[in-house]
């Protein structure tokens, strides 16, 4: 099992654009930022693919989900955290490669400003 912790050993065709295109859509994108549209409907899993970049996400729709690493250990399970308000942003850190589970009744709908550069 190998581990690729360096986000800049993350491979290209990991990228989310590419390795899961049908559920992140490019509204966005210059050197410094990439403004990404994502939507999982319920009982659909998001293939493994990374986030490169640290950025504001904003929940237009909320749905639980469950997030797995390659090896398909679960790393986040929502349904044991506090329900994030729909209309709220949250910040994240670069995701290495993982999957996204859609376990909710709804659509999970989320717009995510990915910064490229800290200048």
């Known amino acids: 099992m190998s581990v690729m912790l360096n986000k800049k050993d ?13 559920h992140h ?17 319920p009982g659909q899993t998001v293939p493994l693919h ?8 904003f929940i237009l729709r909320w749905s639980d989900f469950v997030r797995r690493d390659a090896e398909e250990n679960t790393l986040v399970d929502s349904r ?12 994240s850190t670069p995701l ?4 996204l589970e ?6 999970l709908h989320v717009i ?8």
């Open 102 to 107: 859609n376990v909710g009744a709804s659509e």
């Open 80 to 91: 044991t955290l506090q329900k994030i308000p729909e209309g709220s942003a949250v910040w």
């Open 50 to 57: 990374t986030h490169r970049w640290p950025g504001a996400q």
């Open 25 to 41: 859509s490019l509204l966005f994108e210059n050197e410094s930022v990439r403004v990404l549209d994502t939507r999982v409907p």
């Open 96 to 99: 290495p490669p993982h999957t």
């Open 10 to 22: 993350w491979p290209e065709e990991l990228d989310a654009l590419n390795a899961a295109p049908q």
């Open 112 to 119: 995510s400003v990915e910064l490229k550069s800290s200048t």
